[in-house]
Structures are given as C-alpha cells and as structure tokens.
C-alpha cells in the first residue's frame, strides 16, 4: 500500500516537471518579443527623428537655447557747420510688463511694490494695475522713455513679470533756439517734424544682432552668429549756432517789446546761399512737450506768406534798368504826388517831384516805382519777379515749405501793375526775400538755399544761375544803402563801422474785403556793402504798441543780428559810403 502512494506521487512529480519547462518557454518568449518589439519601435523612432526629420527635434531644442540678441543703435547726431551738437540721442529705458507672468507668480499681491511703481512713474496705481490685469496678453507697456536712475529703482522694485527694455531718446541740447528748424521725434525715435522728418531715413541705422546658445539656467554659453548693422548716418548743417543763437534773442526780445503776434529772422551767406540762421518766436523747447502746439511748431521763415510791402521797390527799379527804358543817373517824375490808375489812387506821402532812382528807393515812393513798372512790358516784369526766386521754392527742401502766393492773370490791369511794383497782390515768405535780396548782393547771382552741408571736393562751386546783369545788380546794391542813411525810411538799421543797404517793407494785412489795420514790418538788408558776405531778413507779425512801422521795428532788430554776425565770424568794417553817381563813374572808393 505504502508503495502504491509513493509510486503515485512520482507519477505526480514527474508530470509538473515536463508541464513547467513548456510554459517557461511560452512566456520567455512573450515577454522577449515584447523587448523586441521596444527596441524596435525606439530604433525605428530614433532612425525616423536623426536620419528622416531630424529638423523638428534640431527646431525644439534650438527654440529651449537660442536666443537672437538685438545690438542697440542710435539715431544719428545733428551739429552746426562747427561740429557744435544739436540733436543727440540718449540712452533710456522702457518699463514693460507681462501680464500672464504677473498673474502666473502672484505679482499683483505686491501692493506696496506696486504703489512705489506707480509713485516713480508719476502714474495712478490703479491705472497700471489695469493695463496687467489681462493675463491672457504677453506684453504692455508701462511706461516708455524713463531715465537710467528710475530704470535701475523699477528694476530693485523686482515685481514679478515688470522688466525693462531698452531703447534711446532724442535730446536737443539748444531747447527753443532751434525748434522749428531740427524738428522734434516721437516716441519710438522717428523723425515727425523739421529735418528730423526730412532727413529720417538718412539719421535711422539699421540694428546688429547677435544669436547666441543658452544653458538651462538662462546664461550665455556661446555666440553662434553675429549680423553686424548699418551705421545711422550724421547730418552736418550750413547753420551757425552762434548766430541762430544771437537771432533768436533778438527775434524774442522783439515779440515781446513790440507786443507782435510772431517774428522771424533768416541770416544767409551770399555768396554759397548757405543758410546761417532760420529763428522764429515764439518757438517751444523740444525736450520738454508741455506747451506745444502747432502754433508753435511752425516754421514762419519756410511756411507764412505775406505781402512784403516797399521791400518789393528795388526789383521795380532793377526790372526797368535790365529792360533799358531807364539808366542809373536818370530821374523819374512824381508830381503831383499821386494819380488814378483806372479809378483807383496811387499816392505818396507827399509830392516828391523829380527823383532819382536811389532816391525813388530811399524816399520809398510809390509813385516812382509805379512808373517804373508801367514802362515796362507787363510780361518782362512778371517775368524778372520769376527769376528772382519769387513764387516757387527756395531750394531748401524743408517740409511744408510754401512756394508763395501769386494769381497769374491773362489780363493785368495799370493798377494791379502798379500795386506789385510796391509789394501788393504777391504773397511771399521770409526765405523768398532772404533769396532775392542775396541775389541783388552778389551781382545777380541766383543761388538755391541750402540748409545741409554737402561733401565739397576741391573746385566745388554751388549751382548758380545769373538772373540780372551784375552792373544793374550792383547799382541796385548801392542804391539801397541811401535807405539806411540821414533822410532814409531805415536809419536804425545802420551798423558803426559797416556800410549797410537794405529795404523796408510795411504792409497792411489783408481781411475778408479790404485790408484791416494790423501791419507786417520787415527789413531786409546786407553789410558790408563794398562786398555783401551776409544778407539778413527780419519779419515782425503784427506789432501791437504804437511802433507799427518797419523803420522802427523791424530795422533796429535787424541791426542788432546783422552787427552780431559781422563780429562772430570776423568781417572787417567798411566805413566807406558809394553812392549810385559814384558807383557810375567808377569811383568805388568815394569818401
């Protein structure tokens, strides 16, 4: 019996071991194939990644290290013809936010932070705390342009998700004294007035950049490329800033004494046309946009026309002259002092009776410069107003620059000739005079203006175009000189020690109708006279006390600029008179 059992049980035993080792297998084999398939699958994945699309992994992680990093660039310089800076650009900050990282780390919590941030700002707090309450949005400003102390205070703030980025403002180290002429920047450093905006462009560089690798803790761990920038170019000016300077003074201390709405003053060089000094007042300081206005932004010497007056007198005597109905020592008749031209009147202040051409000019007739004008073909007149520069642009290129204002006619009648010889029916701006009066100095010479020094190789000369003969050019010039003198409309234009001629011009401004009772004065002269180098050109818009008239407005301001000028750049004085009899029979040098 007790073999049986134990017989049984190794029957037993033996059939668990021959089951065992098959089921062994099975699974061995199920769970090697399971590796199999893996590795396979990680192979065939890691073959697909490097060797078929290895450009979307290489994307990912460039994306986790590389970062492109703009190099800063700068706005180019403005100066004067003596290097003296006008317009410069500083480095500044820009206080930006991320709205989804400030709510993301709780940057709102922060009250007191944000309190010091908004105090520093000069903003409301609850303002800022508006513009970061959108955290679906990845970027706002805060505030732009904040100086390097405040950037460095926002930044010890450490507010989560508040950084700074930089950027660059423009600085304008001569305020209101050159307003109008640079022009001013908005806020992103573009050029949106002046030669700022003429000249955007040329003064814009174009940024570097750099592309660098990154570690996991965010620092630089090599530099893979570097894109090297354009240069801003810089822009030299034909201004003198002693002189814009000097005429800005004098132009504002005039505005202000004779009560004027506005005034204006250009000072040129005669014989380049280059422009010395553009001013106008009132002006506003760029570097602080409190009070600006158009009003002020103006650029009165390029842009208001206005109707110049007896100013206009010496181009009537020079156009009968260059015609040749007239010689410099002939005499014209104004008696009785004043006559009707199609029932209209003409008149002087009194009756003159026989005057010379100088004393046509000195006396500032009407009478004789109508007369004048009358003699000659209506289309030879017109057409020396052309050619002197009048009724289109003075070659500045300033924007806004008005090319005057002139209604051609098919028909002219007697007295609208007459009125254009002293200086009505014809709009024309303050550049425009400054033109024509250089191109009388220089003995007829007709030069663009020009407010950018060009690069000038040897030999170089300005492009120029004669216009009038230079023997009635210069009789004019000499002419004009009797204005200045005893018995002229302008003796307070004169200079100590300087032969001066020039021009004054008092006009009624016209209204709806007619003409109304407010006045421009202008004076526009050149020194010294036995060899013009500067002509100036003075407006005053407008006087409200009870100087009304050029001779005792526009004249003595003239003199002050004009005086200044001669010294700063170191004209010798000419004290030398030559009348126009003088200058005829050759005697240059008379006493």
């Known amino acids: 019996m007790t073999r049986q059992v134990n017989a049984s049980k190794k029957r037993s035993r033996g059939a668990r071991q021959n089951v065992k080792p098959s089921m062994v297998h099975w699974r061995f084999l199920t769970v090697m194939s399971a590796v199999a398939l893996v590795f396979v699958a990680i192979a065939v ?3 697909y990644i490097q060797v078929i699309a290895p450009d979307n992994l290489i994307e990912q992680g460039d994306s986790r290290t590389l970062r492109t990093r703009n190099m800063p660039t700068y706005r180019g310089l403005i100066s004067d013809r003596n290097g003296v800076e006008l317009a410069v650009s500083v ?8 709205p989804k990282i400030v709510h993301d780390k709780n940057g709102l919590s922060k009250n007191r932070r944000w309190e010091a941030l908004a105090d520093v700002l000069g903003r409301d707090v609850d303002t800022l705390r508006q513009k970061v309450s959108n955290p679906s949005r990845r970027f706002v400003y805060l505030q732009r342009q904040v100086s390097p102390a405040m950037a460095d205070y926002v930044s010890q703030l450490g507010i989560p998700g508040i950084y700074l980025r930089r950027e660059s403002r423009r600085y304008y180290p001569n305020g209101e004294v050159t307003a109008q002429l640079i022009g001013i920047t908005n806020v992103d450093d573009t050029g949106i007035e002046g030669l700022e905006r003429l000249y955007n462009d040329w003064l814009t560089g174009t940024p570097g950049s750099k592309i660098i690798r990154r570690d996991a803790k965010g620092r630089q761990v090599e530099i893979l490329e570097t894109k090297d920038g354009e240069a801003a170019g810089n822009l030299t000016l034909t201004i003198d800033q002693r002189i814009q300077a000097l005429a800005y003074r004098e132009i504002k201390e005039a505005m202000l004494y004779y009560q004027a709405t506005s005034a204006s003053a250009m000072v040129l060089d005669v014989d380049t046309g280059e422009i010395l000094a553009m001013v106008n007042a009132p002006s506003f300081n760029p570097n602080d946009r409190s009070d600006v206005s158009p009003r002020r932004m103006r650029n009165r010497v390029l842009t208001d026309a206005f109707e110049p007056g007896s100013a206009m007198k010496p181009l009537a005597v020079l156009s009968a002259l260059e015609f040749g109905n ?10 009785p002092g004043w006559m009707r031209l199609g029932g209209s009147l003409v008149k002087d202040h009194r009756n003159y009776g026989e005057l010379t051409l100088e004393e046509i000019i000195q006396h500032s007739s009407n009478m004789g410069t109508s007369r004048l004008a ?20 003075t070659g500045t290129n300033m924007p806004g620059e ?12 007697e007295f609208e000739l007459a009125t254009l010889s002293f ?5 024309v701006t303050t550049a425009q005079i400054a033109r024509m009066y250089a191109t009388i100095a220089n003995g007829g010479i007709k030069y663009p203006l020009s407010i950018v020094k060009s690069p000038k190789s040897r030999g170089w000369k300005p492009q120029e175009e004669r216009v009038v003969s230079e023997r009635n050019a210069q009789a004019v010039r000499n002419m004009l000189e009797s204005v200045v003198q005893r018995g002229g409309t302008a003796v307070k234009a004169a200079i100590p020690g300087y032969r001066v001629g020039g021009k004054t011009g008092t006009s009624r401004k016209a209204v709806a109708g007619g003409y109304g009772e407010e006045y421009v004065n202008i004076f526009a002269g050149m020194a010294p006279l036995s060899d013009p180098k500067l002509v100036t050109v003075v407006l005053i818009n407008e006087p409200g006390g009870d100087l009304y008239h ?23 004085p000419d004290d030398k008179q030559v009348t126009s009899t003088q200058w005829l029979r050759g005697d240059e040098h008379g006493s």
Not at 326 to 335: L, Q
Request: net charge negative; glycine share 12%; proline share 5%.
């Open 550 to 572: 050029a001779g005792d407005t526009a004249a003595p301001t003239f003199s002050a600029i004009m005086g200044g000028a001669l010294q700063l750049l170191n004209i010798p």
């Open 374 to 393: 009358l003699g000659v073909p209506k289309n030879f007149l017109l057409d020396t107003y052309y050619n002197m520069g009048l009724m289109t642009d």
């Open 326 to 335: 007239v010689d410099i020592g002939d005499t014209v008749d104004t008696h």
């Open 402 to 413: 008005s090319n005057g204002i002139f209604h051609e006619r098919s028909r002219w009648s």
């Open 91 to 98: 480095p500044v900050q820009a206080v930006y936010a991320d």
């Open 45 to 47: 994945r890691a073959a």
């Open 423 to 427: 200086g009505y029916g014809i709009s």
